[in-house]
């Protein structure tokens, strides 16, 4: 079994903790997540109850390629843009190369609770960002390593699975 499911923002890739978890969208027993979103983090992430498909869904070995909508702070240079291309070199090592371009607002995108801190002076850029391996906070860690710091980060697509047809909280069987 295979769950898309669209996590809203502030809700714990758990079903159990403190504050929002997934036991508040999901009645489903013995479905884990294949990988996580941080608690900021908005958008799909899928759970199964088969191990095998969750190890292949989340290793990096299997190089599943993620999408990510990114809305940034300022305007990304071709050389900032360039820099997420080819790798980012962080605390914990260079990224793989991403395909990275920029983009309008995503279209039907929902309003988020809270919304992100708006400041007249510095402009936002959206970004479709893909990358194929999952550094812990890593889309964030690679923007701000280029000097565009993520305020918005909804995670679109998992290989062929994406979020259309799915609002915040909710989710489907496929």
Not at 9 to 23: H, N, P, Y
Not at 39 to 46: F, M, P
Request: proline share 7%; aromatic share 8%; charged share 25%.
């Amino acid at each position: 079994m295979l769950i898309l499911f669209n996590k809203p923002f502030a809700t714990l890739c758990q079903f159990s903790g403190e504050g929002q978890t997934l036991a508040d969208f999901i009645d489903i027993p013995g479905v884990y997540p294949a990988g996580r979103l941080d608690k900021d983090s908005e958008g799909l992430l899928l759970l199964t109850d088969d191990g095998t498909l969750q190890h292949r869904i989340a290793h990096p070995r299997h190089k599943q390629w993620k999408i990510y909508w990114v809305q940034v702070e300022g305007v990304p240079t071709t050389a900032s843009l360039t820099q997420l291309k080819e790798g980012v070199t962080l605390k914990d090592g260079r990224t793989r190369p991403a395909r990275v371009e920029v983009m309008t607002e995503p279209d039907g995108l929902w309003p988020r609770d809270p919304p992100i801190r708006y400041r007249k002076q510095i402009s936002t850029t959206w970004l479709a960002l893909s990358i194929r391996e999952g550094k812990n906070r890593q889309v964030r860690r690679m923007t701000a390593a280029v000097g565009h710091p993520t305020l918005r980060l909804i995670r679109y697509a998992i290989a062929d699975h994406t979020l259309d047809g799915l609002e915040p909280g909710e989710w489907r069987r496929i």
